[in-house]
């Protein structure tokens, strides 16, 4: 769950801190009494109720633990607590920032950028169809089906209509589909998606690109929870070549509390064109915007934001810069090995059914049940003897074309959703406990 040395660690790091403010008269309070400490306890038993995320067999939902250098700095952060709304509240924060979002634009091959950290990927996106918008009033937003659920949501919100594209059964945008829309006419921004939050699918990206050069619509990456697989060395060429097509987005999103070791509270959106800067000051000349002088407050939506979640993600690219071939990559490669070995695995059992071949390090599975018990149900009670045996997984309900074009032989083909196992494998660990938590599933298997 964390460190042996990190408390002292951080009281370390406080000291050391401190001694930036020592020549301020003493303004140190007491030590905390029995009231703080009682509440502390009290706090620290109420937590105890949770999943145990940090744990190899959680391997559930899209939850992945922070770093432990994430953890600390956020922690250290804390002791000033700064705002990167404006450099008044978080001088060396907004710094830090800079230079982060600075390395998550370069890790998708630009060399200039307008970007910030945001409170979540739904910000993050909020903001990019927010900029679609401004560029191409009346412009409609495209999505695959299997797009995140927000961005129908946030469209709405910004009075942008929003019509959805149908996927394969691999779980990517149909480019068929898209391209009989487009020819419809007024669509102002395509959202392609690097690694669909259910399935990890990966939208064809490179083949966007090419119909964006004959359409024009703006083309919007939401790569919040995939984006980092862009410095993994081991995707399939297809995967690979999609990935390759990111530095031709007009805006992207990536979530650094998704892959990026970061705790909650740290999105990202990035823009190719600093010049759309100027949509959010009426008054401000474009050069402002490529200056120096960048204050981050004036390119957000979001007014106060934490400077600690920058002050985290600062200090865990330091420790791990963002490198193909680097150790934070090597550690996607591992999550993504994790997902290969398990889907192999259940592609040769008898009674688990595979569904798309994972692309990045989601598994998704259904059980077919035990005698006459049925696949819709089967999955449901896996998923909670499995939970009871400690193996935290998680559930998805899917229809339509996935499902019959997986089906096995023989099997008939339920009606309607069946309610299937998925896996998101995010703990390089899950590589070293694949061989346990196999032997659990083919024990629950029956
Ligand atoms: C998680 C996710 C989002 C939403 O991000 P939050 O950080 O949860 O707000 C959007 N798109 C995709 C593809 C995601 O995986």
């Known amino acids: 769950m964390w460190n042996e040395n990190e408390p002292e660690l951080f009281a370390e790091m406080a000291g050391r801190l401190s001694a930036a403010f020592a020549d301020l008269p003493s303004s140190a309070a007491a030590s905390l009494g029995a009231d703080e400490i009682g509440v502390l306890r009290e706090t620290a038993m109420r937590l105890g109720d949770n999943y145990p995320y940090f744990h190899p067999l959680y391997a559930g939902q899209m939850l992945k633990p922070p770093h432990p250098v994430a953890r600390l700095a956020y922690a250290l952060a804390m002791l000033i607590n700064p705002n990167n709304h404006a450099l008044d509240g978080g001088r060396a924060s907004s710094e830090m920032e800079r230079e982060a979002v600075a390395e998550l634009a370069a890790m998708f091959g630009w060399s200039t950028h307008l970007g910030h950290l945001t409170g ?17 009033p009346d412009g409609l937003v495209l999505a695959s089906e299997q797009a995140h659920y927000t961005h129908e949501r946030l469209s709405g919100v910004l009075k942008l209509a929003f019509d959805s594209v149908p996927a394969d059964a691999a779980g990517r945008m149909r480019m068929d589909a898209l391209e009989d829309r487009l020819r419809r006419g007024g669509v102002g921004t395509v959202v ?13 990206l490179a083949d966007i690109v090419e119909l964006r050069d004959r359409y024009g619509f703006r083309l919007h990456v939401d790569a919040a929870y995939g984006g980092y697989f862009v410095l993994v060395g081991n995707l399939e060429a297809e995967t690979r070549r999609h990935f390759d097509a990111v530095v031709e987005a007009d805006s992207i999103v990536v979530d650094p509390h ?19 800067g100027a949509l ?7 050069t402002y915007f490529t200056s120096d002088a960048l204050h981050l407050g004036e390119i957000t939506l979001e007014c106060s934001r934490a400077g600690a979640s920058a002050v985290a993600l600062w200090a865990t690219q330091r420790l791990m810069p963002l490198q193909a071939g680097g150790k934070f990559a090597g550690s996607l490669e591992r999550c993504r ?8 695995r259940l592609d040769g059992h008898a009674r688990f059914v595979p569904l798309v071949r994972p692309e990045l390090d989601i598994v998704t599975w259904a059980f077919l049940g035990v005698g006459e018990e049925e696949a819709g149900s089967a999955g449901r009670r896996l998923f909670e003897e499995a939970a009871a045996r400690g193996l ?11 499902l019959k074009s997986c089906w096995p032989e023989g099997e ?19 590589l070293d406990w694949m061989d346990r938590i196999w032997a659990l599933l083919e024990e629950l298997a029956g």
């Not at 008939?412 to 899950?430: D, F, Q, Y």
């Open 258 to 276: 998704k892959h990026g070791l970061q705790p909650y509270g740290c999105g990202s959106v990035l823009f190719r064109d600093p010049s759309v």
């Open 280 to 286: 959010y000051k009426h008054d401000s000349p474009y």
């Open 192 to 204: 392609a998606t690097l690694g669909t939050t259910g399935f990890g699918a990966v939208d064809p």
């Open 412 to 430: 008939v083909i339920p009606e309607g959703p069946v309610t299937c196992l998925r896996s998101v494998l995010m703990k390089p660990e899950h």
């Open 337 to 344: 090995e994790a997902a290969l070995a398990l889907h192999d």
């Open 392 to 402: 935290h997984l998680a559930l998805v309900q899917v229809t339509g074309p996935m």
């Open 120 to 136: 979540g990927g739904t910000m993050a996106n909020l903001e990019a169809l927010w900029v679609g918008g401004a560029l191409k």
